[in-house]
C-alpha cells in the first residue's frame, strides 16, 4: 500500500502529458488533434506554468489562437496551479544537432 500511496502523491505532482493529450483528443476530435495538437511536445513544468514545444512558428500562432485557452483549463484540472502555458518554437534542426551531438559522443 505504501508504494501505491507514494505513486499518487508522484502523480499529483508532476503533469501526466498523455493524459492531457487523450483529453485534447475528446474535447476537439480526432482530426483536429491529429492535425494541430499532436505536434505538441512537453517541454517542463515549473512552479506556475508548463512549457510545451512545437515546430513552426504558424503552428504556435495557430495553437494559441485556437486551442491554449482550452488547453489550459484541461491543464488546470489536472494541477490546479498552472495558471498560463508557453509555447516555445523549437525547429527541427535543432534534432539534427542533437543527432550530431549524439554521433560524437557515441
Known amino acids: 500500500m505504501e508504494n501505491k500511496n507514494t505513486l499518487n502523491k508522484n502523480e499529483i505532482q508532476k503533469i501526466d502529458w498523455e493524459k492531457i493529450?487523450?483529453?485534447?483528443?475528446?474535447?476537439?476530435?480526432?482530426?483536429?488533434?491529429?492535425s494541430w495538437l499532436?505536434?505538441?511536445?512537453?517541454?517542463?513544468?515549473?512552479?506556475?506554468?508548463i512549457l510545451?514545444?512545437?515546430s513552426t512558428r504558424f503552428l504556435r500562432d495557430w495553437i494559441t489562437s485556437r486551442?491554449?485557452?482550452?488547453?489550459?483549463?484541461?491543464?488546470?484540472?489536472q494541477k490546479k496551479?498552472?495558471?498560463?502555458?508557453?509555447?516555445?518554437?523549437?525547429?527541427?534542426?535543432?534534432n539534427s544537432n542533437q543527432n550530431l551531438k549524439s554521433i560524437e559522443l557515441g
Open 21 to 34: 493529450q487523450l483529453e485534447m483528443k475528446n474535447k476537439f476530435g480526432k482530426d483536429i488533434f491529429d
Open 38 to 49: 499532436r505536434k505538441i511536445n512537453f517541454s517542463g513544468e515549473f512552479s506556475n506554468y
Open 52 to 54: 510545451l514545444n512545437v
Open 67 to 77: 486551442y491554449l485557452d482550452q488547453i489550459l483549463q484541461i491543464v488546470k484540472e
Open 81 to 94: 496551479n498552472i495558471i498560463r502555458i508557453e509555447l516555445k518554437i523549437v525547429e527541427k534542426q535543432s
